[in-house]
């Protein structure tokens, strides 16, 4: 087990003349209240305090955060209180603390919610402060570095939550290290077969390498002394978890992955990386499309360096990368190289452009309410495929691979988006599908007459554009609905000669709550959508209408009345919709449901609800947002109407033998239409009435024992 000293050298290698006393004093509380505790591995719990610190100070962190990782689960495993925590160690420590604690107290519906839930308490606190999340990655690494002792399924779970969320933020922070090793430490645990014959193979493979790998190096090194440049060249072999990734997006074995190695020559400025990149092409051919320039287009990350791939010496490919010392120390520390120690303050996601991306991230956790969308919407953010193209006034924006004008517009303003009429890419007119490159220069042309449609959530990648898309059509589509509902409902009191606008003046919220809307305009859009019929909401005010006039008795009786009557309205429709009552019910033409059958309800615009199978072709293009859950609810003699499509060879009688087949299967033909085919061959459609899917199956059992009959199976039209 480490000790505090260790942990107080290694504050002391950067900063010399620091006070360690509040670390020291977090040091005796963490082990006074863990005192006992033991860990699965069953080392004393402290070890695992003290190994966060120490990662931390690894990272170069200011005091009160390594304090907060020797502390970071006293609130959650011990008596401490954050009130304890904010007297004894101040406000800094106890707001850090405050946004690592986890939510393991809240009960939540699904693993997808607490996943989500989590991840937006993580992003909440990361934007008052960024350390949060540092102590909260150290705090992850450190149970990574000991899964062996958790069961297999909660090493699985862990590890890909991992490698789908702390890996990335990792990288987004631009603490390289961390991202590799828990890369690592994920695959080893959700690949364990694989991780080990890689691990193997790899070992061998550059233990092989070795004087290639210094072979390089030094000729390398004498190029640029030739050229009056001092460097330092590295070479570092790439992480098990990239060359697996490389050998699964190539669909290569490892032996024909030769970059195994990446080298790396470091410089003093700028001016002289671009130098070194002349002399490495005019050394070794360069490989067509693998050079980047991330020193002029920096990653969100701040990473700069300038990386190409090269045929170098025996004909083997092998990738390089030039940078500063300064580049360097960013690539390796990320965020920590930024540090500001300068009267306590740390950098803001506010005041740095670089930090975009969380204050996206911001906006999601606010906006989406469904967990499985926000977690896509985080994972989409946390992922970049680095294309950089500019606006006409020449300022850089960042987009993931795929993305098209539509999520430049909405990058430059939620209206711009909004009012998208085309895009000029590099002074020609694009469609909007068009995918953005490297280097373009986007110029959106907007109109007041254009607004989203629905085809732009197929183009568009970002989760700002999909989310203002999904808020814009989702917002009209009730307005829609209010109008229409507003409309039938007039329709309705017109009708029968009643004064609507006196209705809305005096009854409307009344009525409303009776039904049990939140207000008036919740019953209208209800009306729109087809969730309840103007006639119901009509006869609910005429009802409020005439209650004074009657006597307790007489409205107990029609109160009694009108509930068997809805009860056997429901009865009769044979289907139960959850979470609402009293709408109109169609069975779906296309695919002509039957009891048994796994349906799905649709609320369409002024029908009520349309009950499809959940396997029909309709279905899949449904607006999720209309579909609602229903049960099959019937009586018994009860029958419903399926399409079935019979194929036989066309000869005399099979007409009559096919319609005998379904009338001793006890089924009712309603319709029959014959198509014959030039192949001598048949189609018969028949429309047949059946009590469920059990005696659907036996009527289709019957046909196909007839002989000459194909093949017979249920109609469903798109």
């Known amino acids: ?260 190695i990446a080298f790396r020559i470091i410089l003093k400025t700028k001016k002289e990386c671009y130098e070194a990149l002349g002399i490495v092409h005019s050394l070794w051919k360069p490989v067509p499309g693998r050079f980047k320039d991330y020193i002029s287009l920096p990653k969100a990350n701040m990473y700069q360096s300038l990386h190409t791939t090269v045929i170098g010496p025996y004909g083997e490919k092998m990738e390089i990368q030039i940078r500063t010392e300064e580049m360097d120390k960013v690539a390796r520390e990320g965020i920590a190289a930024h540090w500001l120690y300068k009267e306590g303050t740390i950098i803001t996601p506010d005041k740095q452009k670089q930090f975009d991306w969380l204050n996206q991230l911001m906006e999601w956790q606010k906006e989406l309410e469904d967990p499985r969308e926000f977690l896509d919407s985080v994972r989409m953010d946390l992922f970049p495929n680095d294309v950089y193209v500019f606006t006409p006034g020449g300022d850089v924006k960042e987009f993931p691979r795929g993305a098209t004008p539509i999520d430049f517009a909405y990058a430059i303003h939620t209206e711009v988006g909004h009012h998208c009429a085309g895009a000029k890419v590099n002074g020609k007119m694009v469609p909007l599908k068009y995918e953005l490159q490297n280097g373009d220069v986007v110029e959106i042309i907007t109109s007041p007459q254009h607004v989203p449609s629905r085809d732009w959530l197929k183009i568009a990648k970002t989760s700002r554009a999909l989310t203002r898309i999904r808020h814009w059509i989702k917002t009209e589509e009730r307005q829609k609905s209010l109008n229409l509902g507003k409309d039938l409902l007039l329709r309705e009191f017109k009708k029968n000669r009643a004064d609507f606008s006196e209705f809305i003046k005096d009854k409307g919220e009344e009525v409303a709550k009776e039904l049990s809307f939140k207000g008036l305009n919740d019953m209208l859009i209800a009306i729109g959508y087809g969730k309840i019929s103007p006639i119901q909401v009509f006869k609910k005010f005429q009802r409020l209408e005439q209650i004074e006039e009657k006597t307790d008795d007489e409205l107990i009786e029609e109160l009694n009345q009108d509930d068997a009557k809805k009860l056997e309205e429901s009865a009769q429709q044979g289907i139960n919709i959850h979470g609402i009552d009293n709408i109109m019910v169609h069975l779906g033409k296309c695919c002509t449901p039957v009891p048994g059958d796994d349906v799905i309800g649709y609320i369409t615009r002024g029908r009520g609800v349309t009950v499809h199978r959940t396997d029909c072709v309709n279905v899949k293009n449904l607006d999720p947002e209309r579909k609602v859950d229903v049960t099959w609810h019937r009586e018994p003699g009860e029958t419903y109407p399926v399409r079935l499509h019979v194929m036989t060879t066309d000869k005399k009688g099979m007409l009559a033998a096919v319609s005998n087949a379904i009338s001793n299967g006890e089924g009712n033909i309603k319709e029959a239409k014959v198509i014959t085919t030039p192949d001598n061959n048949a189609m018969f459609n028949f429309l047949v009435e059946v009590r469920d899917s059990s005696h659907l199956k036996k009527i289709i059992s019957g046909i196909r024992r007839v002989q000459g009959v194909n093949w017979v199976g249920r109609a469903s039209y798109a």
């Not at 070795?210 to 590295?234: H, N, P, Q, T, W």
């Open 1 to 260: 087990m480490i000790r505090i000293h260790d942990i107080l050298d290694q504050i002391h290698s950067y900063l010399p003349d620091a006070d360690t006393h509040l670390v020291e004093k977090a040091y005796v509380y963490s082990a006074k209240v863990h005192a006992g505790q033991v860990r699965l591995s069953g080392e004393p719990y402290l070890s695992h305090p003290l190994e966060v610190a120490l990662i931390l100070a690894k990272m170069r962190l200011d005091l009160p955060s390594i304090a907060a990782g020797l502390l970071h689960d006293t609130v959650e495993d011990t008596l401490a209180t954050l009130d304890d925590i904010k007297s004894l160690f101040g406000d800094d420590v106890a707001q850090i603390l405050d946004g690592v604690t986890k939510l393991s107290k809240i009960k939540f519906h699904s693993q997808i919610q607490k996943q989500a839930e989590n991840i937006r308490k993580m992003i909440l606190a990361m934007s008052k402060d960024l350390r949060v999340i540092l102590v909260k990655l150290a705090d992850r690494l450190h149970n990574m570095r000991t899964l062996e002792y958790q069961k297999e399924h909660k090493r699985v779970k862990v590890a890909r939550e991992t490698l789908d969320i702390y890996a990335p933020l990792a990288s987004r922070l631009g603490i390289d290290w961390i991202k590799r090793e828990l890369e690592d430490l994920s695959f080893k645990y959700l690949y364990p077969a694989e991780y080990e014959e890689l691990k193997e193979k790899v070992e061998a493979k550059l233990g092989q390498r070795k004087a290639y790998v210094e072979e390089v190096k030094d000729l390398i090194a004498r190029k640029m002394a030739d050229f009056g440049l001092s460097c330092r060249v590295l070479g570092r072999p790439k992480h098990l978890y990239s060359v697996f990734r490389k050998m699964r997006l190539r669909n290569l074995p490892l032996e024909e992955i030769y970059d195994l």
